[in-house]
């Protein structure tokens, strides 16, 4: 009785261990998905306008970078329509977009010359979860700044806040 007893407690032991192995590796998939995501997102976003960039600016198109950001996240996390997981392996809820802010060359100071001063300190307040929350990063062109909250499947119910930056890239940066 003693041995059944003490196989009984390993049991329980080996169980509890590949348990928490196990949300371990949940909470590092949703991280890495998630801040991948949003990432390819905020590229996916920079849509520059062309006659601005013809003039030597870089001017985000807002309306189709928001549309894009939003296709890009279903594409990449398996969301629907809603922002809501297809298959909930690795997301439990809804990924919410908490701001997409685009920081072209038209929202920067300009020197005498009429050009872009960078780096830029970008700051913003966003309402996030009933409090103003500060996003603050220096930018060193125009660039794409994005936040969304990914609820993670895992049983202490993990709510992630992620933040990409995407930088875009031409010849004279």
């Known amino acids: 009785m003693k041995v059944v007893l003490q196989l009984i407690a390993i049991m329980v032991v080996i169980a509890t261990l590949l348990s928490i192995n196990t949300e371990d590796r949940m909470l590092m998939i949703g991280e890495v998905r998630s801040y991948g995501s949003v990432i390819l997102a905020a590229h996916d976003a920079a849509v520059v306008e062309q006659e601005r960039k013809a003039e030597g600016y870089i001017v985000f198109d807002e309306v189709t970078g928001a549309r894009n950001f ?15 997981p297809d298959n909930a392996a690795v997301f439990s809820g809804p990924i919410k977009v908490v701001g997409l802010f685009f920081v072209g060359d038209d929202k920067v100071p300009h020197d005498a010359l009429g050009r872009p001063i960078y780096p830029y300190e970008f700051v913003q307040g966003v ?7 500060t996003v603050r990063e220096t930018l060193i062109g125009p660039s794409v700044v994005a936040l969304i909250e990914a609820p993670l ?11 990409a930056v995407y930088r875009y890239l031409d010849k004279r940066l």
């Open 70 to 84: 939003r296709e890009s996240l279903m594409i990449n996390m398996n969301l629907d329509s809603m922002l809501r």
């Open 127 to 133: 309402s996030y979860r009933n409090e103003t929350i």
């Open 153 to 163: 499947n895992v049983n202490y119910g993990v709510v992630k806040l992620k933040k």
